[in-house]
């Protein structure tokens, strides 16, 4: 049976101080139903921004706390499924992204979302789900939903949908996990402002990897690994973000640092992911297979992942 979260239970900070919605143990699987970024505000014909309380933006559901997850475990996070809402956000305006100084006025477009597409005008856009904002709770001081970081938040990865799994550092007992802002499609750096911004459920399975210290998110999917990193400016994000899979490499995978130097030289891909937060999201991606031919094949293989009750080891498929 899966756990089911409301979105009623919503936060706008990812804080240690919050009062968990609900608990769950390792191996279980929660649906987490989660407002859009406007929490439903433009979504009336007729509503605008004008008359919007800005201060619901980017809600999160949660947040959950997971039982065994201590400060030095990761959170592992497997994503089953998104299912989005019939209506999706459009919009543009002088406040955010590249392309604000052409928009003086704030236009919205109200989208439906129907049989796996978005409908714009006579254009029918396959839908891509992604989880926006995803992220667990840092040690001692609150984040906004709004910001990205090194506990993930409002990251905005067109890499985190169904299929991938998300790694998380956990910061505090219970990790405190919590997500929102759902885009049924968007493209890579989120350069105009914003997605196809909805409401929907995300189904995911939740594990731990226990005494594994990655102090930043990571995603792995079925051909990939994305170390992801958010700083001040894309510059500064980019480096992380090499810094990190290097990290990744030479650490986790075991290559030496001139293998793993060269390997991100010959097939690293570095994609912006956002640009509109208050600090700027990169991902550096990797592929799977030279790892797999040198013998690592993830955390799934290392006998450190606990599942329900009797902590019982995953076997990667």
């Known amino acids: ?17 919050h009062v968990p919605a609900a608990s769950a143990r390792p ?3 929660l649906i987490f139903e989660t407002y859009d970024c406007h929490m439903g505000q433009l979504l009336r014909e007729g509503s605008d921004f004008d008359h919007m309380d800005k201060s619901l933006a980017n809600p999160a559901t949660g947040p959950v706390y997971i039982e065994g997850a201590c400060p030095q475990d990761i959170l592992r996070l497997a994503i089953r499924n998104i299912e989005l809402d019939q209506v999706g956000i459009l919009d543009k305006g002088p406040t955010a992204g590249a392309l604000k100084e052409h928009f003086p006025e704030y236009i919205i477009r109200r989208l439906p979302v129907k049989d796996g597409m978005v409908h714009y005008g006579h254009l029918q856009i396959p839908v891509r789900p992604m989880i926006g904002v995803i992220g667990t709770a840092p040690k001692g001081h609150a984040v906004s939903t709004l910001a990205p970081g090194d506990h993930g938040g409002n990251m905005d990865c067109t890499s985190i949908g169904p299929g ?7 910061r505090v007992p219970g990790a405190l996990l919590a997500m929102g802002d759902l885009h049924a499609v968007m493209g890579d750096g989120e350069c105009g402002n914003c997605g196809v911004e909805t409401g929907g459920r995300v ?10 210290p990655i102090p930043w998110p990571l995603v792995e999917t079925g051909d990939r690994w994305i170390a992801i ?7 500064e994000a980019c480096q992380k973000a090499v810094d990190q899979m290097f990290t990744f490499l030479t650490v986790e995978a075991g290559l030496s640092k001139l293998d793993a130097g060269m390997l991100i ?4 891909n570095l994609v912006v992911c956002q640009i509109v937060n208050p600090q700027k999201t990169v991902r550096l991606e990797m592929p799977k297979w030279p790892l797999e031919k040198l013998g690592f094949y993830g955390f799934a293989d290392q006998e450190s992942i606990t599942r329900g009750l009797k902590g019982e080891q995953e076997v990667r498929p």
């Open 229 to 235: 990193a958010s700083r001040e400016n894309v510059d």
């Open 1 to 17: 049976m899966n756990r089911y979260i409301e979105k009623k239970h919503v936060i706008h900070t990812f804080s240690p101080d």
């Open 203 to 212: 189904t995911v399975q939740v594990d731990v990897v226990k005494n594994h």
């Open 164 to 170: 991938a799994v998300l790694y998380l550092p956990v």
């Open 265 to 268: 030289d010959m097939l690293g």
């Open 27 to 29: 191996g279980e699987t």
